[in-house]
């Protein structure tokens, strides 16, 4: 009986103590969008944390929702703090993947001088256009790997704080709050600027920008029942009459327009016990990625000015579930099983192949990827995503492969020009087309063409032998016509025409991502006419037959201005009169570049050598140089040889600082040093070694490089080339 007292005492004296305590309010935290300026809302979260301020919920718009879903769900502000400031945004702002993590196949479509871009048609032969410039593949993959530990949280309010996103839903103009559903999807859809950023498709909705409808989702967070909002306002300012000087200008504008008009309807509820932080933002644009640390600390300046309002706000103690969530441990989990979910034209076991994960082992991000990099670059699909689906202690990793809804048949096309300030000019204009998905193990049939000074047409159907395209079978067509100089006693004595017919098989291995082994023979006839000089020339018409061994290796992570890696290719025919070739003979031609970076500044040293090792003529069997960096000042494949040597080093420096936008136009300057030599097995003919050097512009442009070089040389020969598309 006197214990039973004791505790009715003690519990009286509980509740008489929680009375007399005043309840804390609810504090709800409103993250507005801003692009690159959204980054401000670290700052503020590093000062709500030193002031002691307890989050009870999130709501956030654009790079609001980005920040917000990842502090909702458990990440430290230190850890934010480094992710802002040593992201690669230009690559996460891209759909490409690392040029390393491309199929070696997809990195030989950037190679003769065809531009970059190409435009893609549908299976009925219409054109097909993106919906937005970025189509997000590279950011849906940031956020999967950074909220992979979310994957079987589907009510936001059972994250460690609880959250909600908004939405656009661009057909109705609706607004979309999402307080369920897949993380990283509802957020990606969240930050979907119009035209920028593909639409993203849920639940039946197709998704943009919350910031078109709400940009400082206050209301949202009233919902979530707070009784004190913190709003953070990073809003872009309007531009003035005279900085609107482009149509992009013009289109950011009317965005601006928009979301501060629903801004201040927002901020016109604010009441007397919220707190309104407006980070000073006025010299930072949407797009200034590279300055997140400075704002990052124009977001802590500003909520620190506001300790005293905040400091009512305080509450001290621990983390709790919000530490668990931080642990780098719980986001790792074992996977049990892999499911492909795909729509495309390549089967299942193809994506599958691709994929490095071991089941039973715990999720490897970056090799995961990698792969998705990969899969990415065969140009087969719209997005290639995954997701963790945990069930008990189960862990599938499910890969989402969307099919190109704009087709998956390309149509690239390229331009050279150059001139030797002699009246002697030449241009040639080349397209390639290429037919992808003919069947389930992604098989391509490609055609090239050109005209002009050198007319080519090569058509190949490449066929892979099992699901991960490591063996493959590529017979081909190849005609061509191109001018030989042929001469005596190192003095031009002709130019000849060349027409050369023929077609071939070749097997092969690809090498991973960045190499290939090719092994076939082929067949080749044709004849050479003088087409300048001595009209009593005799003509020249052969057969050829040989066997050939290539071998490619290309880690290069831009084939047109690299700064590292390298391409190395060597080529080894042995013509044989058992396939019916004129005479027997051999040939061999070796390629080297390498690039070297040091900040702005970039060198790129090579060359290459090729010799013919028996007796034949010399107008079916010389090699073609001349143009620019190839002996500069000399016309474009003016110089032949039955042996040619080419040593040269080539410098360029980025002039234009790095953008973050999805378009981004480097402008580089730069110059060549290059040694060089031709000569016949009978001697001939010796050029002996010519010096040559080469200054040069480079612009790369939506289609591709631009280049403006002027080279001369040794030889007293110079020469002006216009390139769009070939850099090398």
């Known amino acids: 009986m006197r214990r039973s007292l004791f505790c009715l005492l003690l519990t009286l004296a509980c509740f008489t103590a929680m009375a007399a305590e005043p309840a804390r309010p609810k504090v709800g935290l409103v993250l507005s969008g801003g692009a690159a300026r959204g980054l401000a809302h670290i700052g503020v979260l590093r000062a709500l944390e030193e002031q002691g301020v307890h989050i009870d919920a999130i709501a956030g718009t654009s790079m609001g929702a980005v920040v917000g879903g990842l502090y909702a769900s458990g ?26 993590d491309v199929p070696f196949r997809r990195k030989q479509d950037d190679r003769d001088f065809l531009v970059r871009q190409k435009l893609s048609f549908r299976d009925d032969g219409s054109l097909g256009l993106p919906l937005g410039v970025i189509q997000g593949q590279n950011l849906a993959l940031l956020l999967e790997s950074k909220l992979a530990h979310t994957a079987d949280t589907r009510d936001f309010d059972k994250l460690p704080i609880p959250f909600r996103a908004v939405a656009t839903d661009i057909a109705s103009g609706e607004k979309v709050v999402f307080s369920q559903g897949h993380l990283p999807q509802v957020i990606r859809a969240s930050m979907s600027i119009p035209a920028v950023f593909a639409p993203v498709e849920l639940d039946g909705r197709l998704l943009v920008d919350g910031g078109m409808v ?45 979301t501060r008009r629903n801004s201040e309807a927002q901020l016109a509820n604010l009441r007397r016990d919220d707190i309104l932080v407006q980070p000073p933002l006025a010299a930072y644009g949407v797009a200034d990625f590279s300055r ?16 005293p309002r905040l400091a009512a ?13 931080r642990s780098p441990h719980q986001r790792t989990p074992v996977i049990s099983a892999i499911k492909i979910e795909n729509d495309s034209k390549v089967s299942d076991q193809v994506i599958r192949s691709y994929i490095r994960q071991p089941i039973g082992a715990p999720l490897e991000l970056s090799h995961l990827e990698t792969d998705m990099g990969t899969l990415y670059g065969l140009d087969y699909f719209d997005r290639v995503q995954y997701r963790v689906v945990h069930r008990g202690d189960d862990n599938t990793l499910v890969i989402n492969a969307r099919g190109r809804r704009g087709g998956t048949d390309y149509l690239r096309l390229g331009l050279n020009l150059s001139d030797d300030l002699r009246g002697e000019s030449a241009f040639n204009l080349g ?12 098989a391509e049939w490609l055609t090239r063409g050109q005209i002009g000074d050198e007319q080519a047409l090569y058509s190949e159907f490449y066929q892979p032998l099992d699901a991960g395209s490591r063996y493959f079978v590529a017979p081909y067509l190849d005609m ?82 690299p700064h590292h890696g390298e391409d190395i290719s060597l080529s080894l025919r042995k ?28 060198f790129v040293l090579g060359g290459r050598y090729g010799r013919t090792l028996d007796a034949t003529d010399v107008v079916t069997s010389s090699f073609v140089m001349g143009g620019a960096r190839e002996l ?27 953008a973050y936008v999805p378009l981004d136009f480097p402008l580089y300057i730069g110059g060549s040093l290059e040694r060089g030599r031709a000569w016949n097995n009978d001697n001939e003919f010796d050029s002996g070694y010519i010096n040559a050097a080469s200054i040069f512009l480079g612009l790369e442009t939506p289609l591709g490089p631009l280049t403006f070089t002027y080279g001369a040389n040794s030889a007293h020969e110079q020469a002006v080339y216009l390139n769009l598309g070939q850099t090398f």
Do not use: C
Request: no cysteine; proline share 4%.
């Open 214 to 258: 709400d940009n400082i989702p206050l209301d949202v967070a009233r919902d979530m029942g707070v009784d004190v909002a913190i709003v953070v306002d990073i809003g872009t300012p309007l531009r003035d009459r005279k900085q609107l000087l482009t149509v992009v200008d013009v289109l950011t504008q009317s965005i601006t327009l928009m």
């Open 480 to 561: 061509g016509s191109s001018n030989i100089v042929a001469s005596l006693q190192n003095d031009p004595i002709a130019e000849y025409r060349l027409e050369r017919y023929g077609f071939g098989i070749n097997v092969g291995r690809q090498i991973g991502n960045n190499g290939e082994v090719r092994l076939g023979a082929g067949k080749a006839w044709g004849q050479a006419e003088v087409r300048i000089g001595d009209q009593d020339l005799p003509k020249v018409s052969f057969n050829e037959g040989f066997y050939e061994l290539k071998y490619s290796f290309d880690t290069l992570d831009n084939v047109y201005f």
């Open 575 to 602: 013509f044989d009169k058992s396939l019916d070739s004129d005479v027997n003979y051999r040939q061999w031609l070796f390629n080297l570049d390498k690039a070297i970076s040091s900040g702005p500044n970039t």
């Open 292 to 307: 997140a640390r400075d704002m990052i600390d124009a977001g802590y300046r500003a909520a620190s000015l506001l300790a």
């Open 632 to 658: 500069s000042g000399f016309r474009q494949g003016s110089v032949t040889g039955q042996n040619v040597s080419l040593m040269r080093m080539v410098y360029y420096r980025r002039l234009t600082p790095q």
């Open 431 to 442: 397209a390639s087309y290429r037919v992808n998905g003919i069947n389930s193990l992604g």
């Open 75 to 100: 990440y430290s502000v230190q850890e934010l703090e480094h992710l802002a400031t040593t992201l690669d945004w230009q690559q996460a702002l891209s759909d490409a993947p690392p040029r390393e």
């Open 313 to 325: 706000l305080a509450r001290p103690e621990g983390e709790g579930e919000l530490a668990v969530a």
